[in-house]
């Protein structure tokens, strides 16, 4: 089981507190502003104290603010550490998605889902250049598909990242072109800039909000 966390220089509980402390420090400096002021007013002119009342005011409005978006900081800190222990558990299951897919010589189930109307499906295969290297007619009627991973001569593609389409058409045209789901092992979890990362089988990286269904492994 892998769970790792991607660190910046700062965690967020750090960045909370370095908040706390420029607070102090800006206090203490106006502090130090509103007593010179006080000094060096003019005896026949002193300055309103209507407007002592209101910089404090200011000062003490914004100091609330800072201290609340530290605390919103490190709330969502904490809730992220806590959803990462979540999907902790799913490491080991298999998870549905639309993402590439990695070919190890072993079968992969596809689940296409063709074009209504559509009265024929193909299975376009794409290395990780882009280019075509495979096109495998499908059945109709859906269901899952076990990928043999081979080429037009039938012969096995290598082992590498692939992207997989499904071109649904109705005669000589094209109705439709849509990334067809499979299933793959999740291996890690990862926390990356504040977002949950998911590793699956051969590297390929997902979002949480990625999967579309899990099953076991």
Known sequence: MDISTTTTTRTPTAEATAARAAITSD???????LTTQLENQDPLNPLDATDFALQLATFSGV??????????????????????AQLSGWIGQQAQTTADVHFDGAPVTLLPAPAQGADSAVLVVRNSNGAVVSRETLPLTGGAYQWLGADATG???????YALSLESSRGEEVIA????????AIEEVRRDSGSVTLVLKGGVEVTQDDILSLRDG
Not at 177 to 184: G, K, Q, R, W
Request: glycine share 4%.
């Open 155 to 161: 012969s096995p593609l290598p082992e590498g990242r």
């Open 27 to 33: 206090f203490t400096t106006f502090l130090k502003m």
């Open 177 to 184: 072109t849509t990334p067809i789901a499979s299933y793959a």
């Open 63 to 84: 100091e609330q603010q800072v201290q609340t978006n530290a605390l919103i900081t490190d709330l969502a800190a904490q809730m992220g550490l806590m959803n990462l």
